[in-house]
């Protein structure tokens, strides 16, 4: 990460004018024991899915790469797919990526276990190509899943794959113009934004990341009121 000038996480607050602050602890309520159902179902899913073999991708896995990070979490980054590193090691962005989404995480007060981290594809795709819609379509039912049990206030796709794939957008679709928009995917705020690998490539992406994740925040603030079924845009 030592190639990233000027630092992120510095970069991110000089962008910022304040601290943000997150409540991120879900109130106790009546709820309380569905919570912790769902919990145990995650945790049941996880179990199950350590041994798919529903596409040929278990061919070629090292690791199953569920997901990880708080079960109750508000907030559920879902990228791509594993890579070398999230195969060798069975977790979700632990890589280059990963790293700048830490810092990413950093710069909005959060660290990796109080949210939850997932991908559209639970294996990696040999040579890191796309995930072909078969795989996908395997992989969704999983992914699914984990919304319903995790139930999260927000979902941020991170980059093209995610975002096209849940939106059921056509391939062309640029995530510049999904940006700055609040979907509903299963009755969850949905917002896109740009990989972290792309932030590698181009640091210009990295204002309009912020912006968007500005945006997060002010909805789990309650700042912007959002409704199920309805779409916003907001910048
Ligand atoms: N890129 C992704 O989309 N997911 C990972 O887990 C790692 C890199």
């Given at each position: 990460m030592s190639d ?13 004018e304040?601290?943000p602050v ?7 309520s009546?709820e309380?024991e569905?919570?912790?159902e ?6 049941v ?14 061919k ?7 997901g990880?990070g708080d079960?109750q979490?508000r907030?559920l980054?879902?990228?791509e797919?594993?890579g070398?590193?999230?195969?060798r090691?069975?977790?979700?962005f ?5 790293k700048?989404l830490n ?9 990796r276990?109080?949210v939850?981290?997932a991908?559209?594809?639970?294996c ?5 190509r796309d995930p072909?819609p078969?795989?996908?379509a395997a ?11 995790i139930?999260?206030?927000v979902i941020i796709?991170?980059g093209?794959v ?5 939106l059921?957008?056509?391939?062309n679709?640029?995530v510049?113009s ?6 509903d ?5 949905f917002v896109?934004?740009y990989?972290?690998?792309a ?7 990295k204002?309009p ?6 945006m997060?925040?002010?909805?789990l603030?309650?700042e ?12």
């Amino acid at each position: 990460m030592s190639d990233l000038k000027p630092d992120l996480l510095t970069y991110f607050r000089q962008l910022s004018e304040e601290e943000p602050v997150l409540i991120l602890n879900r109130t106790l309520s009546p709820e309380t024991e569905v919570n912790n159902e769902n919990v145990i179902r995650l945790s049941v899913l996880e179990s199950k899915v350590q041994h798919c073999t529903l596409c040929e991708l278990a061919k070629t896995r090292l690791n199953v790469v569920f997901g990880t990070g708080d079960p109750q979490a508000r907030i559920l980054f879902i990228g791509e797919a594993p890579g070398a590193d999230e195969d060798r090691q069975g977790e979700p962005f632990v890589g280059r990526a990963g790293k700048l989404l830490n810092r990413i995480l950093k710069a909005m007060n959060l660290e990796r276990h109080q949210v939850y981290i997932a991908n559209i594809l639970k294996c990696r795709p040999p040579g890191n190509r796309d995930p072909n819609p078969d795989e996908a379509a395997a992989c969704l039912p999983y992914l699914t899943q984990q919304i319903e049990f995790i139930q999260p206030d927000v979902i941020i796709a991170l980059g093209k794959v995610a975002a096209l794939k849940l939106l059921d957008m056509p391939p062309n679709t640029p995530v510049k113009s999904l940006r700055g928009r609040i979907f509903d995917y299963l009755g969850h705020p949905f917002v896109v934004t740009y990989h972290p690998a792309a932030l590698l490539r181009n640091p210009g992406f990295k204002a309009p990341l912020w912006e968007d994740m500005q945006m997060v925040m002010k909805l789990l603030a309650g700042e912007i009121e959002w409704k199920p079924d309805s779409e916003q845009t907001l910048l």
